[in-house]
C-alpha cells in the first residue's frame, strides 16, 4: 500500500503553461509539504499545511499555489511556467510534531516518490 | 536555521559498518538532529533522530557527542541497498527540515 503517493510521476510541458500536481497521503497525518529538488539535487522546502491551514510558506513565486482539499490531499498548482520551475517535487506528510518532557514525538516525514517537471 | 557540515562522498564494502560524521558547532539546545537519505531516483526516507543520547533503531545508530557540536550515523553492516545520499539535519521546534548537501554513500560489492 502507497503512504504517500504523487500524479503524475513525469510532467513534460511548454513554458506558459498552468500545471497541477497531485499529493494524497493514506497515513492518517495531519501535516503536509511540498518541496522542490533542482538539479543541483539541493532540496528546499516551499510549503506546509497543519490541518488544512497554511503554515509554513517559504520565498516561493506567486504563481505556485497550494491546496489543500482535506487533510489527506495537497495539491499544488503552478501558473505560467518557466524554465526554472524544471525540478523534481515531492510531497510529505507527518503528524503534528508534539513536544513533551523535553522529547520530539511523531515528527518523522514520510516522502513521496516525486514528480519530474521539465519545462520546455 | 542551524547548520550542519558533511562529507561530499564516502565509500565503503558491503557487509562492513560505515561511519557518517555530521558536525554541527552551531546547534542550540532544542534542536534535534535527523537523519534523512535519498536513494537514488526515490524520495528520501527518514533514518533515524535523536537529542542528546545515542539512539538505535533497525536501520541504523546514531551517536551523538557530549557536547552535541558534532554527531554519527553507524550502519552496522553496509549493503548495495544502503548506498544513498545521507543528510543529517538539525531541526528546532516548527514543522520544517532544511535539507544540505548530504554524503553520497557508496557501497562497493
Known amino acids: 500500500d502507497t503512504a504517500v503517493s504523487q500524479t503524475p510521476k513525469y510532467l513534460v510541458t511548454q513554458m506558459g503553461n498552468d500545471k497541477s500536481i497531485k499529493c494524497e497521503q493514506n497515513?492518517?497525518?495531519?501535516?503536509m509539504y511540498w518541496y522542490k529538488q533542482d538539479s543541483k539535487k539541493f532540496l528546499k522546502i516551499m510549503f506546509s499545511?497543519?490541518?488544512?491551514?497554511?503554515?509554513i510558506n517559504e520565498t516561493v513565486p506567486n504563481r505556485f499555489s497550494p491546496k489543500s482539499p482535506d487533510k489527506a490531499h495537497l495539491n499544488l498548482h503552478i501558473n505560467s511556467l518557466e524554465l526554472g520551475d524544471s525540478a523534481v517535487y515531492f510531497c510529505?506528510?507527518?503528524?503534528?510534531?508534539?513536544?513533551?518532557?523535553?522529547?520530539?514525538?511523531?515528527?518523522?516525514?514520510?516522502f513521496g516518490p516525486g514528480t519530474r517537471l521539465l519545462v520546455l | 536555521d542551524a547548520k550542519t557540515t558533511q562529507p561530499n562522498s564516502m565509500e565503503s564494502n558491503e557487509e562492513e559498518p560505515v561511519h557518517l560524521p555530521c558536525n554541527h558547532s552551531t546547534i542550540s539546545g532544542t534542536d534535534y538532529i535527523h537523519w534523512y537519505r535519498q536513494l537514488p531516483s526515490q524520495g528520501p526516507e527518514y533514518v533515524i533522530h535523536g537529542l542528546t543520547s545515542n539512539v538505535n533503531n533497525r536501520m541504523a545508530s546514531l551517536a551523538i557527542a557530549e557536547d552535541r557540536k558534532s554527531s554519527t550515523l553507524i550502519l552496522h553492516r553496509a549493503t548495495l541497498r544502503d548506498a544513498a545520499v545521507y543528510y543529517c539535519i538539525l531541526r528546532g521546534s516548527n514543522y520544517k527540515l532544511t535539507f544540505g548537501k548530504g554524503t553520497l554513500l557508496t557501497v562497493n560489492p
Open positions: 497515513l492518517g497525518h495531519d501535516t
Open positions: 510529505a506528510s507527518s503528524h503534528t510534531p508534539l513536544a513533551s518532557g523535553g522529547r520530539m514525538f511523531r515528527e518523522t516525514q514520510y
Open positions: 499545511y497543519n490541518n488544512k491551514e497554511l503554515i
